[in-house]
């Protein structure tokens, strides 16, 4: 059974970091694309980033490219949100999820999903 646990989230203001980290067990990790999304309140969850097999490539929404940045340490069984200068908009339950195939940016492409942490960010 693959489990993915969520840590780093918490209250923060608009302009500081964050990072996320997720840790994966089960499976074989270096054998899944891993990808974060988040929801906020009253909206749909979002895709946020995603990061290849090897950890060589990797995508961001518009929102977040150039402020975000995933990584991964398969020796770690990890993968990572890096969020710099954060806004109020980005406050949301963040999840990281695993998928099987080599590219996934939709969530009905990821097979398993953490629980969440939650970001709030204040202005």
Do not use: H
């Amino acid at each position: 059974q693959v489990q993915l646990v969520e840590f780093g989230g918490g209250l923060v203001q608009a302009g500081d970091s964050l990072r996320l980290s997720c840790i994966v067990n089960g499976g074989t990790f270096s054998s899944y694309a891993m990808g974060w999304f988040r929801q906020a309140p009253g909206k749909e969850r979002e895709f946020v980033a995603i990061t290849s097999r090897s950890g060589s490539s990797t995508y961001y929404r518009d929102s977040v490219r150039g402020r975000f940045t995933i990584s991964r340490d398969n020796d770690r069984n990890a993968v990572y949100l890096q969020m710099n200068s954060l806004n109020p908009d980005d406050t949301a339950v963040y999840y990281c999820a695993a998928s099987k195939i080599l590219w996934a940016v939709r969530g009905d492409e990821y097979d398993y999903w953490g629980r969440g942490t939650q970001v709030t960010v204040s202005s």
